[in-house]
Each structure stands twice: as structure tokens, then as C-alpha cells.
């Protein structure tokens, strides 16, 4: 199918057939879901022997009883697992609770409003301060930007990271830019692994920006492969120590998506500094985190070889989920002026990209045809895709049945929508 070669009267044909087709489906009453990014049961299921692993043992390595209050830091064994997961020093980490978004959010709530070195370097000093979203991508960045007040810019994409020729141009003009979120494996939601060059270029930003300029490097998937022979991420952080700029950027990671996504361990990685100034807002709100779930998440990830074997098992059930969806739309629309899509290698999500002003009538489509995708324009900031193109598409929970049934609809929408577009311009 080429729109932009077809009559009227061709368009005309296909809009009759296509409603036809999504009427039968709607009259099968679905009820399909691939809205949000999270394990399947199978896949929680893998991680089933954390429950009981201690049989009473609750002691660390090193003497610490794990029931009781205190390590604010986290245990060394649970740093040395954050260090394996994300490529660091275990000394440069701190091990929180569940969630990464939680300390992403509480490390951005220290800089606003605190400083993390210092009250003097606290972003509200300076009135109104921004921060660089890369687009497509993670709407729960943007919300944590949008409840402290940040204001967001939009900066695009491409196969390499985010466009570093204008991130560089922007935080150059103007020092209220404070940092950037940054996916940089199998990025959220395009799949796109940061090239060196664009990770060597990140790291040098902190020599050009304003001061207390911060990259919250949120490296959700570091280790999410799909495929045999994964792509490597340089690290940021080696990159970093040679320029001189190991304030500059903050790293998070957590086991949700490797073990039990709700009682997971999370991770900071940062220079000692910016380590210090956290500890110190930490220390406020907690007397210490869940010590038990990191040792049993140590014992039973005791080191790198034991945490890649494990993940071989989430792709085992993955893979064939991302393949119903990559099928379906090679199928659908590899011949087409329908859409454009990226194959990821690891990660959880295809990112699709409708013909501009159909990605919002697709998604309505599909949510009255029973198949519920993520809110278009929910992968921008302030929920608005100003060319409302995007679409995230999550195949993880679903059975692989599922995800093709879906991807069914989701094709027969997106050709619809289309179509319409097309008619009425
Ligand atoms: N970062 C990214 C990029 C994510 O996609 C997700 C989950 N979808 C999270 C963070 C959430 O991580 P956590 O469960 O550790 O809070």
C-alpha cells in the first residue's frame, strides 16, 4: 500500500474494504494489552527461588545482620551486584530499594532543591531551570521533570542517541539547561543502543554546560539482550574520568526487569561527591534500605556469569514475542509509505512511527477494536507528539498468540487511520 501515489477513488476503495475488516474485529469483542513494559509471569517466575534462598542465613559477608536498620549505602556484595550489572566500581555505588525511579526522582529533588554538592549548587537558585528529554521517550522522565517544575526540551533521536549536534548547541546557549534523561541501551522506547561516539560526546558535556549540569543515565536495560551477539555500550563513566567530568553524569539501574519487578534492588552509580550530597537527603528519609531482598538478590546473582545466564532465560521467553511484532509489521508495511519501525536488539518495546497525524486515531482504533496501546504522544514530553507520529508497542505480558492477534488489529488500524488521513487532506 503507497498512499501518497493512490487516487482518490483507490483510497476511497481501500477505506471501504479496511472498515469492513475492522468491523469484524471489533465484533469479536478482544480484549488485548500492550500498553506497559513489564515481565510476563513466566518471566517473573525465573526469579521464583529468591523466596526462602536465606533458610535463615540473614548474615552479609561482612558481618552485618541484614534484619536490622542502617546501611544506608547498601551492602557491599549488593554494590558489587549493581557494579556487575552496570560495568563499574563497586565503591561508586549505592544500593537503594525497589525502584530506580524512586531514586531517580529523589536524586533530581536533591539537586533542585538541596544541591548535590552544597546548598549553593541547588538548581533552584538559579529560578527557572530545563532539562533535554530525548524524543521518543520514557513518559515517567517527563513526569518527574513535570512535578518538580523542570521544563522540558525536546531534542530528537536518531540510530545513534539522542542528536548530539543540537544537545551540544543548546546546553552551550543556555546554562538553566541542567541535564539530560538518557536511556542508552535499548533505549525507551526506539531500541536504540548510544554509539561510543555519541557516549563520548555525553561525557564531554560537562565541559561546556552550566554549572551543576547533571545526565541522569537511566540504564534500565543494560543487560536486556535479545540477540546472540549484543551490542556494547562504551561506559560513560571511564569516558567521563577522562575529561574531568565525573559530576557530570548519574547512573541508575535495577533487577525489576531481572528478577521480581516490584521487589527488586535498585542502583546508584556517581562520583563520590554527588554520592556524598545524596546520602545526605537519603539520610532524611530512611534509616537504611531493604537489606534482606538485597542479600537474597546477591545469593542468588552471586556474579556476572550467574546474572547473563539468568537473563538468557527472559530472552528465551522474549524473543518470540518480539518476533510476532517485528513479523507483523514487515508483513504489513515493509513495502508501504505506512510507517517507519526499528528492529531492536534488546530492551522492551518497538517504537512505530505512523504517517504524521495518525498516530492518535490509531491508538483510538485499536482501544475500540479491544487492543490497548500506550496513549499516543505518551512518549513525548507534556504527552504532546507534535507530530503525532509515535507509537509504543509492548509485547512482554501478552502470550505470543496474544501479541499476534494483536498485532493483527494493530495493522488493520494503523492502515485505517491512514487511509482516512490521506482521504481528508
Ligand atoms: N527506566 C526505564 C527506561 C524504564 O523503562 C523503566 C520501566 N519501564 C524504569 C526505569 C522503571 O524502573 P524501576 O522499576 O527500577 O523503577
Given at each position: 500500500m503507497q498512499l501518497d501515489q493512490a487516487t482518490q477513488e483507490q483510497l476511497r476503495q481501500w477505506e471501504t474494504e479496511l472498515a469492513d475488516e475492522y468491523q469484524r474485529i471489533v465484533n469479536q469483542k478482544l480484549n488485548l494489552d500492550l500498553t506497559r513494559g513489564k515481565p510476563s509471569p513466566e518471566q517473573l517466575s525465573?526469579?521464583?527461588?529468591?523466596?526462602?534462598?536465606l533458610k535463615g542465613d540473614y548474615k552479609a559477608a561482612d558481618g552485618t545482620d541484614t534484619r536490622n536498620y542502617g546501611g544506608l549505602d547498601g551492602l557491599p556484595e549488593a554494590k558489587q551486584l549493581g557494579a556487575n550489572l552496570m560495568g563499574v566500581d563497586p565503591e561508586d555505588v549505592l544500593v537503594g530499594g525497589n525502584s530506580s525511579l524512586t531514586l531517580m526522582f529523589q536524586v533530581m529533588l536533591t539537586a533542585h532543591q538541596f544541591g548535590l554538592t552544597g546548598a549553593d549548587s541547588a538548581w533552584k537558585n538559579e529560578g527557572n531551570v530545563k532539562f533535554l528529554c530525548p524524543v521518543p521517550g520514557y513518559d515517567r522522565h517527563h513526569t518527574v521533570c513535570e512535578q518538580l517544575g523542570i521544563d522540558m526540551i525536546a531534542v530528537p533521536m536518531t540510530d545513534a542517541g539522542p542528536d548530539m549536534d543540537k544537545v551540544e548547541a543548546l546546553v552551550k546557549d543556555d546554562p538553566r539547561i541542567k541535564g539530560m534523561w538518557c536511556v542508552p541501551k535499548y533505549s525507551n522506547p526506539t531500541g536504540v543502543v548510544y554509539s561510543d561516539e555519541t557516549v563520548e560526546r555525553i561525557a564531554a558535556l560537562g565541559k561546556i554546560a552550566g554549572p551543576n549540569f547533571r545526565v541522569f543515565w537511566d540504564n534500565a536495560y543494560a543487560v536486556h539482550d535479545l540477540v546472540d551477539n549484543p551490542p556494547e555500550l562504551a561506559c560513560v563513566m571511564k569516558a567521563c574520568a577522562q575529561h574531568g567530568t565525573e559530576d557530570s553524569v548519574i547512573q541508575f539501574a535495577s533487577t525489576s526487569k531481572i528478577t521480581h519487578a516490584g521487589a527488586g534492588v535498585a542502583f546508584v552509580n556517581a562520583s563520590p561527591a554527588n554520592l556524598k550530597g545524596f546520602k545526605q537527603f537519603l539520610g532524611t528519609c530512611t534509616i537504611g534500605p531493604d537489606k534482606v531482598n538485597q542479600i537474597r538478590h546477591s545469593r542468588f546473582l552471586p556474579n556476572r556469569d550467574a546474572l547473563m545466564k539468568h537473563m538468557q532465560g527472559h530472552a528465551e521467553l522474549l524473543k518470540p514475542r518480539f518476533a510476532a511484532v517485528l513479523d507483523a509489521l514487515n508483513e504489513a508495511f515493509a513495502e508501504s509509505d505506512l510507517g517507519n519501525w526499528q528492529e531492536p536488539q534488546g530492551g522492551y518495546f518497538v517504537s512505530f512511527d505512523t504517517r504524521p497525524g495518525c498516530a492518535q486515531d490509531t491508538v483510538r482504533l485499536a482501544a475500540e477494536a479491544g487492543v490497548k496501546l500506550t496513549?499516543?504522544?505518551?512518549?513525548?514530553p507534556y504527552g504532546q507528539d507534535p507530530e503525532d507520529r509515535n507509537i509504543r508497542i509492548a509485547p512482554s505480558v501478552p502470550s505470543v498468540e496474544e501479541v499476534k492477534g494483536a498485532m493483527k488489529v494493530f495493522v488493520v488500524c494503523v492502515k485505517l487511520a491512514s487511509v482516512r488521513k490521506q482521504l481528508a487532506s
Open positions: 525465573l526469579s521464583d527461588a529468591l523466596d526462602g534462598i496513549p499516543a504522544g505518551a512518549t513525548f
